[in-house]
């Protein structure tokens, strides 16, 4: 897309069709009657060039969670929302976000008309403004292997995944910078490590666990390049146990093991190296 055009782009617009249904028109101004959007997004027609909707704008027929909620796409079609999450939420996916460079802002109608708790991803160009302003530019080389960014308003972590792998990791935003998203993507591309660390805190290890260290409240400090996934788990009054699976460049595997081990300090923990297996983080 040429720059003057992403320049002037327009912010998509959001219609309500249950709540407010008066919002949407036709191109003369005057609305349209119930009879012709009531069910308009079941039968799957294309919209019909006298309504007043543009390329990204957002039209909802849900209740409560958008599940109901379609993208307006360029040749008039309508796009469901793809729920990443597949909770009900929204997800305005890079079809509609490729060719602005600051997708919050052309979202922002949208966002805050189905609500920010209700809006799972918002998936941006590595150009994005927002990405540049809190992170830093993205390299030529996570550029060429068409890296993905994911950022979640919600909680604001920006979710980095390397395409037909499941390397993916969340970066915080106002704790984390490009370069850690760099010492991350370099180290997802050299030969994998993994080790799983299970727990069984129970009598005065658990006491010492939650009432003392207090490390249900705490996280892993581990090196830039690895990441942890929790596997089962059971909490109770009186006890925990359960497992996490730890990943990353086999180059940084003792460092890994040295940080979980200063983590559970005196605790009694059992860790386990195990062949590599890629774990996606969400």
Do not use: C
Not at 79 to 98: A, E, M, Q
């Amino acid at each position: 897309m040429a720059l003057q055009t992403i320049i002037n782009e327009r912010t998509a617009r959001y219609f309500d069709l249950v709540k407010e249904p008066e919002t949407l028109k036709r191109t003369n101004g005057i609305p349209l009657a119930e009879s012709e959007y009531k069910d308009f997004h079941v039968n799957g027609a294309v919209v019909p060039a006298d309504w007043d909707v543009s390329f990204g704008d957002v039209l909802n027929w849900s209740k409560g969670r958008p599940t109901e909620a379609y993208f307006v796409m360029a040749d008039r079609t309508l796009l469901k929302n793809p729920d990443r999450s597949g909770s009900g939420y929204l997800t305005i996916p890079f079809v509609v976000t490729k060719d602005t460079r600051n997708a919050l802002l052309k979202y922002e109608y949208v966002i805050n008309g189905i609500g920010k708790d209700y809006v799972s991803t918002v998936e941006m160009h590595p150009d994005d403004t927002f990405i540049q302003k809190n992170w830093g530019a993205v390299p030529a080389e996570m550029h060429s292997r068409n890296v993905e960014f994911i950022y979640d308003p919600l909680e604001e972590f920006l979710y980095v995944h390397i395409p037909h792998t499941s390397k993916r990791k969340e970066f915080k935003l106002g704790s984390t910078t490009m370069k850690d998203i760099e010492t991350w993507f370099h180290g997802a591309l050299e030969d994998q490590a993994s080790f799983l660390v299970k727990y069984d805190f129970t009598g005065p290890q658990y006491q010492k666990y939650r009432d003392v260290y207090r490390l249900h409240e705490e996280t892993f400090a581990l090196p830039k390049t690895w990441s942890a996934a929790p596997g089962t788990i059971d909490i109770g009054s009186d006890h925990t146990r359960g497992e996490w699976v730890f990943y990353g460049d086999r180059k940084h595997l003792n460092d890994a093991k040295k940080h979980v081990q200063e983590f559970y300090k005196d605790l009694n923990v059992t860790i386990i190296d195990e062949p590599h297996k890629v774990v996606s983080v969400v």
